[in-house]
């Protein structure tokens, strides 16, 4: 009766701790896209998405350090990208910029949950 026990209560905890175990949630990707500094900083050419103006630099990478100076990157889903397998340039995503002296800064972007940070000039 004792070894059954055991067995029973074994297999009762292991169910408890299978069936109570959080599910992990998945963040989604961030493709980071960076504005090329071998363009002129201006509104212009910091609120145009093309791929002209930003460059594809990787998944998930951080911002900058968010002074509000010159442009530096934005990180929009999957939804803003043409290729999300092999994104080369930004889709379907609206920038707005703003002038501060002599370069431009990202003042927002639309779609869910994208983000932008500048950087000091």
């Not at 701790?17 to 493709?31: H, L, N, P, V």
Request: with cysteine; aromatic share 12%; net charge positive.
């Amino acid at each position: 009766m004792k070894k059954y026990l055991i067995g029973i209560f074994a297999a009762v905890v292991a169910f408890t701790g299978f069936a109570f175990k959080e599910a992990k949630s998945k963040r989604a990707d961030m493709y980071v896209f960076e504005f090329k500094s071998s363009q002129p900083s201006t509104t212009a050419n910091v609120s145009n998405p093309s791929n002209t103006y930003w460059e594809y630099k990787g998944l998930n990478l951080s911002g900058c350090a968010n002074i509000n100076q010159k442009a530096c990157r934005i990180l929009v889903s999957a939804d803003y990208v043409d290729n999300p397998n092999s994104p080369t340039e930004l889709s379907g995503v609206s920038i707005s910029a703003a002038q501060s002296g002599t370069t431009a800064y990202v003042t927002g972007i639309s779609g869910s949950g994208n983000l932008y940070s500048n950087q000091a000039r």
